[in-house]
Every structure is written in C-alpha cells, then in structure tokens.
C-alpha cells in the first residue's frame, strides 16, 4: 500500500480520529474486556504482536492480564500510536514492557520468523481491504506453533426491541459505508474460511453473545446506551458520504430513546472469536 492510499484509508477510517471517539473506544474495550477475554489463553507467550493497536485500549488489557508478556503493537495512523503512547506511558505495570510501531499490517517491515511467539487482532480486519494477506503477513513474522487469536464483528446479528426500523435502515447504511470503503462488517463469519486459507493448523472459531432483557436490566441499559455512541460515532461519515440524511439520523436517536425507557427492552449482538496456530 503506498503512503497515499494509506493516508487516505486513515481519512476514510469509519469512526474517525477526535478525541470523542479515541474515549469510546476505552470505554469499548473496558465494556466488553471479561467477554473477549474469558478464554484467552496466552501463558506460553513471552513476545505478542499486537495488529492494530489503536489507542492502546486492548494493549492495556493484554498486559495487566499477562504480566509476563512484551507487546509489539502496530498501528497504520500516527495519531492512534501517539495517544497509544500517550497512554500506555501513565500506566505502571507497562513501562519497558511495550513498544508501539507504524506499520502496515499488510506488508510489515519485520523480518520472517521474528521473535513474536503469539498474535492478538481485536475488531481489526473488519477495516481491512484484504484480511488474508494481513492473517499471511501476520503467519510470516511468527514463530512456528505460535497462537493468534482474533476477535471480530458479525454486524448483520444486531437486534433491539421495540422494533426500531430507522435504527435497522441506518444500521444498513453503517454497513454498507464501511463494505464501500474496503472493510467487512460481516467478516467474523469468515475467520475460519481466512486462517485456512493462508495455513494455519488447529483452527477454532467461537460465537460471543450479549442477549441482554429483563433478567440483567442494569447491564442491558448500559449496553444500549453504549450502542448509541458506536452508532452515532460514524454519523459524521455517513453524512457527509450521503448514506443517510439528518432526518434518519435524528429518527435513530428518538427510536434508540425508546429502547433505552422501555421496560420490556431487548438486545442482542453476536461477535466472533478464533483461535488457530501456526503450525
């Protein structure tokens, strides 16, 4: 990828940079950390690469639950790194235990079989034009029998009730914007069809779900109160890519304050996680 389409791809990034969105996602990884997390297993890796660092919100995770490890993240936006380091810098149990990279995931600078013995993507390839080569890119750099582990969006799952048809109309549109720009918002589907395809042994996938009602009200309204952000997060996109229209948008946020008032309200979300090696 040459330095401009990847300055473009930074530009076109769904959510944004602002610091709003750099917040959220904080908060995001925080939210969901015991569901993605509930059965990683990374104690027999010392060295991990970590694709697609962002702010450092997942690399904060990973090093608190595995006080063992050395992170490598890699990140295509400057900006991201720089809040990542930003970040990362405040927390004690990671100082000299990480180093954060510019690289792009599809063509990275690392020689093959470098010293990384473990691999962690989290709602990454979903952004990617081609998640194959990046899983290769990725196969490349490990060493032989080391674990990767990948956690991605299965968007066309999400559900709330009351119904909430301008909230499904612009959750299409959500979709297909981030489809037009080269990503996949149905790609954790896939995960196992992609590690296969690029040779990786010992493939499982796994579907985590939040089916959130009556039974768990407190975490059922901050769940769909988060929600609300992610979905408001790529408005500014969606507007000016012409995909929705102020109307719409301002129809979502009236539709997602009933869901969030309604006594008998329900929310459902499934993502995906695999788990391979690569030997």
């Not at 595995?66 to 890699?74: A, D, K, Q």
């Not at 510019?102 to 063509?107: C, G, I, P, S």
């Not at 009351?162 to 549109?173: A, D, F, G």
Request: hydrophobic share 40%; glycine share 6%.
């Amino acid at each position: 990828m040459s330095t401009a389409s990847k300055e473009s791809s930074e530009e076109k990034y769904l959510h944004g940079y602002s610091q709003e969105e750099q917040t959220r996602l904080y908060k995001q990884a925080r939210f969901m950390e015991n569901k993605i997390y509930s059965d990683i297993d990374f104690s027999t890796v010392t060295k991990l690469l970590e694709v697609g660092c962002g702010v450092g919100a997942q690399s904060e995770i990973l090093l608190r639950r595995f006080p063992h490890l050395h992170l490598t993240g890699i990140d295509y936006s400057e900006k991201q790194i720089a809040q990542a380091q930003k970040y990362l810098s405040t927390i004690p149990y990671a100082t000299d235990r990480y180093q954060l990279l510019k690289e792009n995931a599809m063509d990275m600078s690392f020689t093959s079989q470098a010293d990384f013995d473990g691999a962690f993507l989290c709602w990454v390839l979903e952004h990617i034009p081609e998640p194959a080569r990046v899983l290769s890119e990725v196969r490349r750099v490990l060493k032989p029998g080391s674990p990767i582990v990948i956690t991605e969006v299965l968007n066309s799952s999400f559900f709330v009730e009351p119904y909430s048809p301008n909230v499904l109309q612009y959750w299409l549109r959500f979709n297909d914007l981030q489809y037009d720009m080269g990503g996949d918002p149905f790609v954790g589907a896939k995960l196992g069809n992609l590690l296969q395809s690029v040779g990786y042994q010992r493939i499982s996938t796994e579907t985590k779900t939040y089916h959130l009602d009556n039974r768990n009200p407190a975490k059922r309204a901050e769940m769909i109160s988060f929600w609300t952000e992610l979905l408001l997060s790529g408005l500014p996109q969606l507007l000016e890519a012409g995909y929705v229209d102020a109307d719409l948008a301002e129809k979502l946020k009236q539709e997602m304050q009933v869901v969030a008032k309604s006594p008998n309200a329900v929310f459902f979300y499934t993502f995906m996680q695999a788990k391979a090696f690569t030997s």
